[in-house]
T-cell receptor, first 117, second 115 residues
Framework: DTGVSQDPRHKITKRGQNVTFRCDPI?????LYWYRQTLGQGPEFLTY????????KSRLLSDRFSAERPKGSFSTLEIQRTEQGDSAMYLC???????????????FGPGTRLTVL | AQSVTQLGSHVSVSEGALVLLRCNYS??????LFWYVQYPNQGLQLLLK??????LVKGINGFEAEFKKSETSFHLTKPSAHMSDAAEYFC?????????????FGTGTRLTIIP
């Protein structure tokens, strides 16, 4: 399967703990996006990468959140000192670079559902 | 700035009936528009998209949508509903200019199919 994959699919943690999620994009895609989806809402943009460079961060991404894409392939999203309000589905998407491709559709992974107790 | 309004958080239709899910958008520049479907505990799957050209776009599973600039709408339709269409549907918008490709989603419409 060459789609976007995310790991883990589910994570339950206690308030105050740190968690890290991984996203593996479609192999030829150099754009990678993170979104957050809370219950009953649509996904909200968090941040995105062009290769290894993080180009934009939403104001939703507080100082407790950090994302990396060290080699321009997979990405990690870390949340430090988790709070109950962090409970959500964290979605990753990837696409081709729109400046060089007319097909820049974002393809989504299955998501990581985080529950903070 | 962009925004999306999906009218009706829940829509129920009988199997075989017309499906109509409404989406209105706001965008300061010409938009690209998308419909995604989400099944329980899964990610988003692209149904169809409008970028340029023909305003009536056809997608997977028999869905189609029409971009109406004058009405700032991009409603999703399917002539005959199937039980497998039961899911959550999200309309999304992004600007057409480079350097600003993040998607802005609506709050979603949950579609229920009545046997």
């Amino acid at each position: 399967d060459t789609g976007v994959s995310q790991d883990p699919r589910h994570k339950i943690t206690k308030r105050g703990q740190n968690v890290t999620f991984r996203c593996d994009p479609i192999s030829e895609h150099n754009r990678l996006y993170w979104y957050r989806q809370t219950l009953g809402q649509g996904p909200e943009f968090l941040t995105y990468f062009q290769n290894e460079a993080q180009l934009e961060k939403s104001r939703l991404l507080s100082d407790r959140f950090s994302a990396e894409r060290p080699k321009g392939s997979f990405s990690t999203l870390e949340i430090q000192r988790t709070e109950q309000g962090d409970s959500a589905m964290y979605l990753c998407a990837s696409s081709l670079d729109p400046s060089i491709s007319s097909t820049d559709t974002q393809y989504f992974g299955p998501g990581t559902r985080l529950t903070v107790l | 700035a962009q925004s999306v309004t999906q009218l009706g958080s829940h829509v129920s239709v009988s199997e075989g009936a017309l499906v109509l899910l409404r989406c209105n958008y706001s965008s300061s520049v010409p938009p690209y528009l998308f419909w995604y479907v989400q099944y329980p505990n899964q990610g988003l799957q692209l149904l169809l998209k409008y970028t340029t050209g023909a305003t009536l776009v056809k997608g997977i599973n028999g869905f189609e949508a029409e971009f109406k600039k004058s009405e700032t709408s991009f409603h999703l339709t399917k002539p005959s509903a199937h039980m497998s269409d039961a899911a959550e549907y999200f309309c999304a918008v992004r600007p057409s200019n480079f350097g600003n490709e993040k998607l802005t989603f609506g709050t979603g419409t949950r579609l229920t199919i009545i046997p």
